[in-house]
């Protein structure tokens, strides 16, 4: 069955940092997004991709967050310089055109930020 | 912003009984509800689904009801097997733009005891 992948499951950066988080979507998935899970609270959506572009974010997706689908395959959430507010849990998910509702989520990356 | 509300932390119950996982919400907008079940450190998994347009929807011993007028729904889980236990979270979406971004509550805790 396919599923979404997402590397590295576990990542440890220092403040200030940049980090790039990967994620590879279903294959005939078209939408993509991030989402995220503070220990103990809910999993917050980040940030919505549709045909090569942002199609909805949160106001937590301020200017230190980027997205990209650099190629045909990869899905990437970038953190330029990163807070310790920042340390969560990082879900992918993907959608496809006939069941956009439904989103499939990734095992998620864990980072901390020390 | 509790647009999603599980009011039930944890859910303790009997191997072959009945588990109701309960979900309120607030947005009228919301036009789709799905439930997700969680192990530790693992990504949401998607159980199952319902459209505003329903008020039932089963699928194997996994049935979501909707009450749009009372803005609630449930999950129940008939029979109950140990393998369930996990976090069940709701969540909702509203279409806007070119994505269907779930909105989740915070989850409900549940064990099934052999």
């Known amino acids: 069955e396919p599923e979404v992948t997402q590397t590295p499951s576990h990542q440890v950066t220092q403040m200030g940092q940049e980090v790039i988080l990967r994620c590879v979507p279903i294959?005939?998935?078209?939408?993509f997004y991030w989402y995220r899970q503070i220990l103990g609270q809910k999993v917050e959506f980040l940030v919505s991709?549709?045909?090569?572009?942002?199609?909805?974010k949160s106001e937590i997706f301020d200017d230190q967050f980027s997205v990209e689908r650099p190629d045909g395959s990869n899905f990437t959430l970038k953190i330029r310089s990163t807070k310790l507010e920042d340390s969560a849990m990082y879900f992918c998910a993907s959608s496809d055109s006939r069941a956009k509702e439904t989103q499939y989520f990734g095992p998620g990356t864990r980072l901390l930020v020390l | 912003d509790q647009q999603v509300k599980q009011n039930s932390p944890s859910l303790s119950v009997q191997e072959g009984r009945i588990s109701i996982l309960n979900c309120d919400y607030t947005?009228?907008?919301?036009?789709?509800f799905l439930w997700y079940k969680k192990y530790p450190a693992e990504g949401p998994t998607f159980l199952i689904s319902i459209s505003s347009i329903k008020d039932k929807n089963e699928d194997g011993r996994f049935t979501v009801f909707l009450n749009k007028s009372a803005k609630h729904l449930s999950l129940h889980i008939v029979p109950s097997q140990p393998g369930d236990s996990a976090v069940y979270f709701c969540?909702?979406?509203?279409?806007?733009?070119?994505?269907?971004?779930?909105?989740f509550g915070k989850g409900t805790l549940l064990t099934v005891n052999p």
């Open positions: 294959s005939n998935h078209l939408y």
């Open positions: 991709f549709y045909n090569n572009e942002i199609s909805e």
């Open positions: 947005n009228s907008m919301f036009d789709y």
């Open positions: 969540a909702a979406s509203v279409r806007g733009g070119s994505n269907y971004k779930l909105t």
